[in-house]
Nanobody, 123 residues
Framework: QVQLVESGGGLVQAGGSLRLSCAAS????????MGWFRQAPGKEREFVAA????????YYADSMKGRFTISRDNAKNTVYLQMNSLKSEDTAVYYC????????????????WGQGTQVTVSS
């Protein structure tokens, strides 16, 4: 089992940047593919980005390509989401996700969730 704790959310102006971090407990972090999802009020949780165990493959939702970058540091048990050129529609709670199998590119593929961190983009 793995526990996930997100940080780095906050209030930012449109066009600005934020970097989210997700720290995982345990010594088995490198066994999990990791990802990020987000959920805006009244909407379903949606996939943002995912990364394989070794970091050799990255996956992005189309609307995030070119603006968001996912990365991981297995020595620090941490996965990151760098978000640039933020827009008001990026406002949501962002969740860290871990999967023991294929990269978590959908809710159904995710085994573990963090508690979420709020990102608010003001226009």
């Amino acid at each position: 089992q793995v526990q996930l704790v997100e940080s780095g959310g906050g209030l930012v102006q449109a066009g600005g940047s934020l970097r989210l971090s997700c720290a995982a407990s345990g010594r088995t972090f490198s066994r999990y593919a990791m990802g990020w999802f987000r959920q805006a009020p009244g909407k379903e949780r949606e996939f943002v980005a995912a990364i394989t165990r070794s970091g050799d493959a990255l996956y992005y939702a189309d609307s995030m390509k070119g603006r968001f970058t996912i990365s991981r540091d297995n020595a620090k048990n941490t996965v990151y989401l760098q978000m640039n050129s933020l827009k008001s529609e990026d406002t949501a709670v962002y969740y860290c996700a871990a999967a023991g199998g294929s990269p978590p590119t959908s809710v159904s593929r995710t085994d573990y969730w963090g508690q979420g961190t709020q990102v608010t983009v003001s226009s």
